[in-house]
């Protein structure tokens, strides 16, 4: 098993959702984040006097799924949240030692 992380701008969460529940993945957590990667800032000018935001605000989705989904998920993630600018994301993958279904103790694969 592993633990997919991918921070993706919050204007793709819906479309990278719908996606993943194309491809039979529909457990997934959603965390609203604000960070800074190679962006690293943009400068809004709204008025007579611009400003810059250095924490740009991203969405952070997280799934565990079986070690031979890995590429299909990375792949539709990068696909959906594309948009060929600056900022579109990042994904981190990590194992996962253990899963467990607290209804009913599957263990594994078979909590997924």
């Known amino acids: 098993m592993q633990n997919i992380e991918a921070i993706v701008r919050p204007e793709k969460l819906e479309d990278v959702k719908d996606a993943l529940a194309k491809i039979g993945v529909g457990g997934l957590n959603v965390v609203h984040v604000t ?6 800032s943009i400068v809004h000018t709204p008025g007579a006097e611009p400003y810059e935001v250095d924490m740009l605000p991203r969405v952070k989705i997280e799934l565990v799924v079986s070690d031979g989904q890995v590429d299909q998920v ?3 993630i990068c696909e959906v ?19 467990i279904r607290v209804r009913t103790r599957e263990r594994g694969d078979a909590a997924l």
Do not use: L
Request: glycine letters at 18%.
């Open 35 to 40: 960070g800074r990667g190679s962006q690293r």
């Open 74 to 76: 990375v792949n539709t």
């Open 81 to 99: 949240a594309h948009t060929g600018r600056v900022g579109d994301g990042k994904i981190f993958i990590a194992p996962v030692t253990d899963a």
